[in-house]
């Protein structure tokens, strides 16, 4: 290879941006594929796309505010879909429109697997990158990570049929009144039902346990992998940097030995591409570390389909609890017993038993109270045996995709570590020839 094919192929920088519009292309096709089989999916015929995000200002509860919005835009691929008369439709959003949207899908679905939404601030970076929320680098991987997310939703089976979904992609105005005007808030189970259900189930269900300890171990070992990988790009950058230094010294020995001087100034340019190659690579680095913060969201997801579970058999088993606490109380009237000791049999003591109309009014109080909860006892056991039926099968398609994507994404990296290492090499090689040439 010429030193000027070299010196092309080494200064020739990356488009970091055509880049993850490719992977995001990819994307789409992976979701079409695997969900061509499916009838009911919103990717089957409309393209959606997060693109624009622009800066902006207002007034939120008196006080003066800065906050980006992104344009969602979406395009109808099929003419003949009922309900979507525009060809194309725009929409501009806040990152909280996605949370509340987000927040809405998981409490009235709960037994999906709901995909997470990138993160609002910059963590498990290098300590050069960018942290301020409104920083253009992390701005546009919010994007790429927000349109990520709505690609998930249009491609699920569930939640791309679901209404306020379809609306937040289309409509602008008035769509928080109609978030709230379905109420959806009363139907989450407060944080003390959530924690008295994990500390006292008599029979946890074993399958639910080992996801809860899964979804553990998986952000566990993603929250190692991306601090080992930030304190390898801090160690990579300031030896790239480092490099920078030696091109001055050898610029300036250029300037004083003028028999090598352009061996010198060539290793030099050398030097200086090699310092300046490594902002490109740590910015792709962090593309895939946010591929992997997915996944760590992911983790919070399967936790709160465990933590409905295990609301709902909290709820079975209190119902059983008090059925069977009534009908020995049944069986004791009907034999004339007081039981052990309780303020009814203190009672008994002191005023006396109770008449036979008395006792005979307190069965048929108790026979109406067991009617009653053995319907609650039907109604919730159904509820339970739907709620673990779809989360099964939910989790069963999660746990497909996660395989897939996990071996893409690390698939790629060792790809682009490859290829980094290749252009390291050459970098070196040429500035070998510089040396040689002395």
Same mark, same amino acid.
């Given at each position: ?289 946010? @591929?992997?913060?997915?996944? /760590?969201?992911?983790? #919070?997801?399967? &936790? =709160?389909?465990?933590? *409905?579970?295990?609301? %709902? ?71 339970? @045996?739907?709620?673990?039926? /779809?989360?099964?099968? #939910?989790?069963? &398609? =999660?746990?497909?995709? *996660?395989?897939?994507? %996990? ?32």
């Amino acid at each position: 290879m010429a030193d000027s094919e070299k010196e092309e192929f080494l200064v020739e920088s990356e488009d970091n941006e055509a880049k993850q519009q490719e992977r995001n292309e990819n994307l789409k096709s992976t979701i079409k594929e695997t969900t061509a089989r499916r009838k009911t999916n919103l990717l089957q015929w409309m393209e959606i796309t997060v693109s624009e995000p622009e800066k902006r200002s207002g007034i939120s509860m008196k006080m003066q505010e800065t906050f980006t919005v992104y344009l969602i835009e979406t395009r109808v691929t099929d003419p003949n879909m009922k309900g979507y008369t525009e060809d194309t439709t725009s929409a501009w959003r806040r990152y909280s429109e996605f949370e509340l949207l987000r927040n809405y899908l998981e409490i009235t679905y709960p037994a999906v697997v709901v995909p997470p939404l990138p993160e609002k601030k910059a963590t498990y970076v290098w300590q050069k990158s960018g942290r301020d929320n409104f920083d253009p680098d992390f701005v546009e991987r919010r994007r790429a990570g927000l349109e990520i997310f709505l690609l998930r939703l249009a491609a699920h089976s569930t939640l791309s049929q679901d209404q306020i979904f379809q609306t937040f992609l289309k409509k602008e105005d008035g769509w928080k009144d109609m978030v709230y005007s379905t109420d959806f808030q009363n139907k989450a189970d407060s944080k003390l039902k959530a924690l008295s259900a994990s500390f006292r189930l008599k029979k946890p269900d074993r399958r639910f346990d080992e996801l809860k300890n899964y979804s553990n171990e998986l952000q566990s070992n993603i929250l190692s992998l991306l601090k080992i990988r930030a304190r390898l790009a801090d160690r990579l950058y300031a030896i790239h940097k480092v490099h920078g230094n030696y091109a001055r010294v050898l610029n300036e020995w250029s300037s004083i030995d003028k028999d090598i001087a352009d061996p010198l100034q060539g290793a030099a340019h050398y030097m200086d591409v090699f310092a300046n190659n490594v902002d490109g690579i740590l910015d792709e680095e962090e593309q895939y570390a946010d @591929q992997l913060k997915e996944y /760590l969201g992911f983790g #919070d997801s399967l &936790r =709160f389909v465990c933590k *409905k579970q295990e609301c %709902l058999q909290y709820d079975l088993e209190r119902v059983e609890d008090s059925l069977s606490y009534k009908a020995s109380q049944k069986e004791m009237l009907l034999q004339g017993k007081t039981g052990g000791f309780s303020l009814s049999s203190v009672k008994t003591k002191l005023f006396g038993s109770d008449t036979p109309e008395q006792r005979d009014q307190k069965i048929k109080q108790l026979e109406e109270q067991i009617a009653l909860n053995e319907e609650e006892l039907k109604t919730i056991t159904a509820e339970t @045996q739907k709620f673990v039926e /779809l989360a099964l099968r #939910d989790i069963d &398609r =999660f746990e497909r995709q *996660k395989v897939k994507d %996990l071996k893409e994404i690390f698939t790629n990296f060792a790809i682009m570590q490859i290829k980094q290492c290749k252009k390291g090499i050459a970098i070196w090689t040429s500035a070998k020839d510089c040396f040689g040439k002395m």
